[in-house]
């Protein structure tokens, strides 16, 4: 059977169809994931936030890629919320106290004097996780991981210790809670509602003259190097997560997500345990560079646990929700039980 000049046989032109679609159609791009974080790039939030990268680029053949914007440069933890919701970034990792502009249940975790060590510390956050995740999911973020800043202590210009002399100083506190500044106040401090950004101009300008944060965080972020005293009391623990939009992560092919998050998991694990090593560490630098540490005496430490633990009722139902304050210090009550001594031993 001959054929016409113009006409091509079944089979050729089936592969000259499928030939021409391949070429048409481009290959899917792969998805970029934005995350913005306060850590200064070269930190070791930023350098595990880089391995989880590495981690996804490869688990997802290229299908997904995460892109940093690390130091700030997204704006404060509050304006990363704002930028995820409007879909401007698609993930963040953020301190408990940005994501309590989320929900205020994680405070629950910031609760300061409520916690004696890292083994109960973890203890609590293991059980109240889901919790949280639960809740953030109905809020339109998922949970990609948990990890550690470290425990928050205060800094100051002049040497304090004891609460009255914390309740003389202007004390930085994260702008963006009103209810909490006022509490505060209410309590005796004086507190000066601050972005990170502007905590190194306020400590030059006299704005402020102390402020509460972790060793490692008041060294990469300089600011020990103004307040150069520190008061040797673990305040709170100051933990965070690493988030995403759920809408940015329902875009990720069924298949790959569990496993992105499984990587996402372990990433969270090394930075913890890296974290409090690294905080040790900090402190010893900036010891070496100037830094003053102040004891405080078990009756000066008493005297701390007074004074919050009389504003708990104030706390409670107002600043955390009452669900979450309970739970955790429903958690904390049974690691207690369960030492020989009947409580945790602090290290």
């Known amino acids: 059977m001959r054929c016409s000049s113009n006409r091509l046989p079944g089979g050729v032109a089936l592969l000259a169809l499928t030939l021409f679609l391949a070429l048409a159609v481009p290959a899917r791009a792969a998805m970029i994931v934005k995350m913005a974080t306060l850590a200064p790039e070269g930190s070791s939030w930023y350098r595990v936030l880089q391995e989880m990268g590495e981690d996804w680029q490869r688990i997802s053949g290229g299908a997904v890629t995460l892109r940093i914007y690390p130091g700030g440069v997204a704006g404060d933890e509050d304006a990363m919320i704002r930028k995820m919701r409007v879909g401007q970034i698609q993930a963040s990792a953020i301190t408990g106290i940005g994501l309590a502009y989320l929900d205020k249940a994680f405070y629950a975790l910031h609760i300061p004097m409520m916690y ?65 500044v006022q509490l505060y106040k209410k309590t005796g401090f004086h507190p000066v509602p601050l972005s990170t950004a502007d905590l190194l101009p306020g400590l030059e300008t006299g704005m402020v003259n102390s402020f509460s944060s972790t060793p490692l965080a008041a060294l990469a972020f300089q600011w020990f190097g103004l307040a150069p005293n520190m008061a040797d009391l673990r305040y709170a623990p ?96 049974a690691f207690r039980a369960s030492r020989p001594s009947g409580k945790a031993k602090p290290r």
């Open 116 to 180: 004696a060590s890292d083994e109960e510390f973890d203890f609590v956050r293991d059980r109240f996780a889901p919790y949280l995740e639960k809740r953030m999911e109905e809020r339109g973020f998922i949970v990609l991981n948990w990890g550690d800043a470290g425990w928050v202590h205060f800094f100051s210009k002049t040497p304090v210790t004891t609460p009255a002399e914390v309740k003389s100083l202007k004390l930085f506190l994260w702008a963006g809670d009103t209810n909490l």
């Open 238 to 333: 100051l933990t965070g997560a690493t988030v995403i939009s759920r809408s940015a992560w329902e875009k990720i092919p069924p298949e790959l997500r569990p496993k992105l998050l499984d990587a996402s998991r372990a990433a969270g694990l090394r930075l913890r345990s890296e974290i409090r090593r690294l905080n040790r560490e900090a402190i010893a630098v900036m010891v070496k560079n100037g830094l003053k540490i102040h004891k405080v005496s078990p009756a000066v430490e008493a005297q701390w646990r007074k004074t919050v633990e009389d504003v708990y009722p104030e706390v409670r139902g107002k600043i955390i929700p009452a669900e979450a304050f309970d739970m955790v210090r429903r958690y904390r009550d």
